[in-house]
Each structure stands twice: as structure tokens, then as C-alpha cells.
């Protein structure tokens, strides 16, 4: 709530990142943020529409490993389970199936390579974090 910009018990469903909240910040504060793969979620709070310029990129190395990218905001592709089997993907629409509970991969092979395209563009290979079956 904002009175005058954000209507109480607004929602706001685009999807989002944690490194989103500082550029977010920034622009409520009026100031210039510096570079940062985050975007400003005002637009979206306030009716607007947010633009990325690049995908939601998401990976873990520990654990079973992960890799995820959500596409316009809406498509997300993951291989949910690196370390034993990297070559596993699932896809969502998130917007239509928010449980995850249906994985359009074999249904969307457009979807999956461009997920699977995105991925590789984003990620970036630590020594220090390998990814498990991506980084060998």
C-alpha cells in the first residue's frame, strides 16, 4: 500500500529476484543505482509492466545441483537435478500453473531450448562453486 501510487491490497505476481530489492529501493528513493542485474519492481507495484534485460537466472551448487531460468516472466525451465542427472528438464508456465505440477518439456521443446540456450549464456563457471554434471 501507497496512498496515491499503490492501491491497498494490490498484487503483484511478476516474477522476481532478491537482487531486484536494491534497484527496487533506489528507485523509491530516487537516487541512481549502479549497474546490477536487477530491475526496479516499481513499475509492476504501481500497474505498469517490468522489463528485463536479461532473464531470471537462477543455479545451486549444493546439494543435488540446480539450474533455472524463467522467460518471459513467465515460462520456467530448470534441470532440477544436476548431480545425477544433468540432462533432466522440466518446464512450467508459472502464470498458468503457479503448483508446478505440470511439465510441458515434451509438450515445448521450443521452450527448452530456449531455456536451455539461456542457461548456458548465464551461467558463469566458478572453480570454486562447480556446477555438478555442467562444470566438469
Request: net charge neutral; with cysteine; charged share 25%.
Amino acid at each position: 500500500r501507497w496512498p496515491g501510487r499503490i492501491a491497498p491490497g494490490s498484487v503483484c505476481d511478476v516474477p522476481a529476484a532478491c537482487y531486484d530489492i536494491p534497484a527496487t529501493l533506489a528507485e523509491l528513493a530516487g537516487v541512481t543505482f549502479g549497474r546490477s542485474d536487477g530491475v526496479s519492481l516499481v513499475p509492476a507495484l504501481t500497474g505498469g509492466t517490468v522489463r528485463r534485460r536479461r532473464p531470471l537466472y537462477f543455479e545451486s551448487d549444493s546439494g543435488s545441483g540446480m539450474q533455472a531460468v524463467i522467460l518471459d516472466g513467465r515460462i520456467k525451465v530448470i534441470r532440477p537435478n544436476l548431480r545425477e542427472n544433468p540432462e533432466r528438464i522440466e518446464v512450467y508456465d508459472v502464470a498458468a500453473d503457479p503448483g508446478e505440477t505440470r511439465n510441458l518439456a515434451a509438450e515445448r521443446p521450443d521452450w527448452v531450448a530456449k531455456g536451455t540456450k539461456a542457461m548456458e549464456a548465464e551461467h558463469r563457471p566458478n572453480p570454486d562453486f562447480p556446477l555438478p554434471g555442467i562444470d566438469r
